[in-house]
């Protein structure tokens, strides 16, 4: 069975300052690893994903994640936070049964302070 | 193309009361999730279709909870009788493969609250 774990359900940056949300999973088989994006009155949108090609995931909008087996860990980090940037984060694993439903953690939510 | 929809955005019912939520996924995928939020906890699994057909439905909470997609387009999602627990915010998703990478398309999520 898989697991995801969120450290921090709020996370509070200066506008330009690093972000850092952070996720560890638990997985028995190779993970496929997502992180998703909420904004307000919208659904999740993909990030990134990891596809075992590259251990360093480039997304959308200036994210970036980093796999690392040793540590079971995907944060998610971007060099500049912007106020655009304030939403919920979800890391989420996939199975590896015939439907791949997602497993999630509990989000983080990010706050941009100007 | 249009994304995922859901309707209603909000409903708001008395416990014991029925309520049906609605997803139209994007036109062609054949597979639907469903996922639900209890508030202040993670995002879960509910259940999956392939088509019409009920893939995967280990998540359903139990039997007061009805799914639905005739036909393999729409999908409902139907509480009856309702009881407080329901309350959170339901989503759906849709993907054309359900390869490991592929993604996940989300609809906005009906904020279901039971009083």
């Known amino acids: 069975a898989q697991s995801v774990t969120q450290l921090g359900s709020h996370v509070s940056v200066s506008e330009g300052a690093l972000v850092l949300l952070r996720c560890n999973y638990s997985?028995?088989?190779?993970?496929?690893l997502f992180w998703y994006v909420q904004y307000p009155n919208q659904g999740l949108q993909l990030l990134l994903k990891?596809?075992?090609?590259?251990?360093l995931v480039k997304g959308i909008n200036g994210f970036e994640a980093e796999f690392k087996k040793s540590e079971t860990s995907f944060h998610l980090t971007k060099p500049s936070a912007h106020m655009s940037d304030a939403a919920e984060y979800f890391c989420?694993?996939?199975?590896?049964?015939?439907?791949?439903?997602?497993?999630f953690g509990g989000g983080t939510r990010l706050m941009v302070k100007p | 193309e249009a994304g995922v929809t859901q309707f209603p955005s909000h409903s708001v019912i008395e416990k014991g009361q029925t309520v049906t939520l609605r997803c139209d996924p994007i036109?062609?995928?054949?597979?639907l999730y469903w996922y639900r939020r209890v508030m202040g906890k993670e995002i879960k699994f509910l259940l999956h279709?392939?088509?019409?057909?009920?893939?995967?439905e280990s998540g359903m909470p139990n039997n007061r909870f009805l799914a639905e997609r005739t036909g393999g387009t729409y999908s409902t999602l139907k509480v009856q009788p309702a009881e407080l627990e329901d309350s959170g915010v339901y989503f759906c998703?849709?993907?054309?493969?359900?390869?490991?990478?592929?993604?996940?398309?989300f609809g906005p999520g009906t904020r279901l609250t039971v009083l």
């Open positions: 279709f392939v088509k019409e057909s009920k893939q995967d």
């Open positions: 989420a694993v996939r199975g590896n049964n015939a439907g791949n439903m997602l497993t």
């Open positions: 998703a849709s993907s054309s493969i359900p390869g490991h990478y592929n993604e996940q398309f």
């Open positions: 997985s028995s088989v190779p993970p496929y």
């Open positions: 036109s062609g995928h054949d597979n």
């Open positions: 990891y596809t075992s090609a590259a251990t």
